[in-house]
């Protein structure tokens, strides 16, 4: 008869969604009174108001600990974000000097964007990440292959989509969601095949729609994982490849020389300011920091886990343009290479840091008491 | 990790919990006059543990009931010596005035 009493739907979707603790410290005295108060109700006729206004309690109850949980996740790694958002936005706000052409504008609108998204997506967990993490790769690969069907084509090549006035650098997205996807297939034994068909297929697309830096950075980090997960084959097939996409994006770097929308803020900012290496410098760094920053963090923690394999092949995978951009002198990444691409860096960078927060310290919403030894 | 601040809120509870002994989180509501509320208690009560300020008793052995086992809670030596230093604070400041 317990499935019966009230607030039980309540309890089990508290613990679906707050840590062990909060329910038990929390959550559980609370719907614990208020099925004694249900229980020994004066009159029967009571019971309804009673159950009514204790719901009321709980699920604001529920909310108010989901929120709190939220924002601590948040705070425990926001830290690196906000150090990142505040370095790029400092180099986007030299654009907007008087002179500042509408095209800084439009990079700081994407860089704002782009922290609140990061800021956002550090609320999350995981294991909510692993959950999505196939399906958002397959997607991925679908919009990918969209572009190169009905892409817009310019500069010899066909990577962006126009999405409400805006070019949508479709791949500059799609990079996260395919190296999150590979990695989590490879850490399920059942899905190692799907590992690879993943990357034969950002290859063809890669080679379909002339954008070979995401790919490379596809690459890059499917073999890190298929390395760290012991996938000798793949991280081979993965390193092969490289050489094909780091040879063929000088290339497509000049043909894009006439596509305004690329060009644009790396000559105007090269034209505008003379400390133009200073700046490429400091967004390097910039970039640099939360790939290396997480790497050092996940190298003091223990065990492996799809946390530190997913946030170590993503690392890995923010550093290509980074470094293609030192070996080619190309434009200033998320500046030059910036619009919506930025915010895609960003949440990358914010998956990073939930990924290594959550290989360090334990989901506490796992139950682990299972675990500890018998006396 | 025990902790020695305290708020008005977990001030009452203490009083609450001196005064009529060991209670539900629901007792303390009603016993509070308006003070605590029914959204709010059960935060304070989880916060006030973790401090040290309070213990959790597990339900009696012999109390029959077919819900959830209601957790009741019991003031600590902490909790008592924070309440008897806000007491002589109180005190204090009465005869300094």
């Known amino acids: ?375 | 990790m025990p902790s020695l601040s305290l708020s008005k809120t977990e001030e009452v509870i203490l009083r609450l919990l001196a005064e009529h002994g060991d209670l539900y989180g629901l007792e303390l509501v009603e016993r509070s006059s308006g003070v605590l509320k029914r959204g709010t208690v059960y935060v304070t009560l989880g916060r006030m543990v973790d401090k040290g300020h309070l213990r959790v008793l597990a339900p009696p052995r012999d109390e029959v009931t077919s819900g959830l086992p209601r957790p009741r809670y019991r003031a600590t030596a902490l909790g008592h010596r924070l309440l008897d230093a806000v007491d002589v604070m109180l005190r204090r400041k009465v005869v300094a005035t």
């Open chain 1, 1 to 375: 008869m317990k499935s019966e009493l009230p607030g039980q739907r309540v309890l089990a979707l508290a613990r679906r969604l707050l840590s062990s603790r909060d329910v038990e410290r929390v959550f559980l005295p609370a719907v614990a009174d208020l099925q004694h108060e249900w229980l020994h109700a004066r009159e029967p006729s009571l019971r309804t108001p009673i159950v009514l206004a204790a719901h009321v309690t709980l699920v604001g109850l529920l909310v108010r600990l989901v929120l709190s949980a939220a924002f601590e996740r948040a705070l425990s790694t926001s830290l690196r974000a906000i150090f990142f958002a505040g370095l790029t936005a400092g180099i986007a706000c030299v654009g907007l000097a008087p002179s500042a052409p509408e095209a800084m504008k439009r990079e700081l609108f994407f860089v704002v964007l782009g922290c609140a998204s990061a800021l956002a997506a550090t609320t999350t967990r995981s294991r909510w990440i692993s959950a999505a993490a196939v399906p958002g790769a397959v997607g991925a690969l679908l919009m990918l292959l969209v572009v190169a069907c009905f892409g817009i084509e310019e500069g010899g090549t066909r990577r962006w989509l126009s999405v409400g006035g805006l070019s949508l650098h479709v791949a500059a997205w799609c990079v996260a969601p395919v190296v999150v996807g590979i990695a989590a297939a490879l850490f399920g034994n059942a899905r190692r095949g799907v590992a690879d068909v993943m990357v034969v297929a950002v290859g063809a697309l890669a080679v379909a729609t002339q954008d070979p830096v995401p790919a490379l950075q596809i690459l890059v980090g499917s073999c890190v994982a298929a390395a760290m997960t012991k996938q000798l084959r793949l991280a081979l097939l993965a390193a092969l490849a490289m050489p094909l996409f780091v040879f063929a994006a000088p290339s497509t770097m000049s043909a894009m020389e006439d596509v305004p929308h690329v060009t644009g803020a790396f000559a105007t900012l090269a034209a505008h300011h003379p400390g133009w290496a200073g700046f490429t410098a400091l967004a390097l760094m910039a970039t640099l920091v939360v790939p290396v920053d997480s790497v050092r963090a996940l190298h003091l923690s223990r065990g492996p886990s799809w946390e530190r394999t997913a946030a170590a092949a993503l690392a890995s995978a923010l550093f290509v343009q980074p470094a293609l951009a030192m070996r080619f002198g190309d434009g200033v990444h998320l500046v030059a290479f910036g619009g919506s691409g930025v915010v895609a860096t960003f949440l990358a960078l914010a998956v990073i840091g939930v990924l290594v927060r959550d290989a360090s310290e334990p989901d506490p919403t796992v139950d682990r008491a299972h675990l500890a030894p018998h006396p």
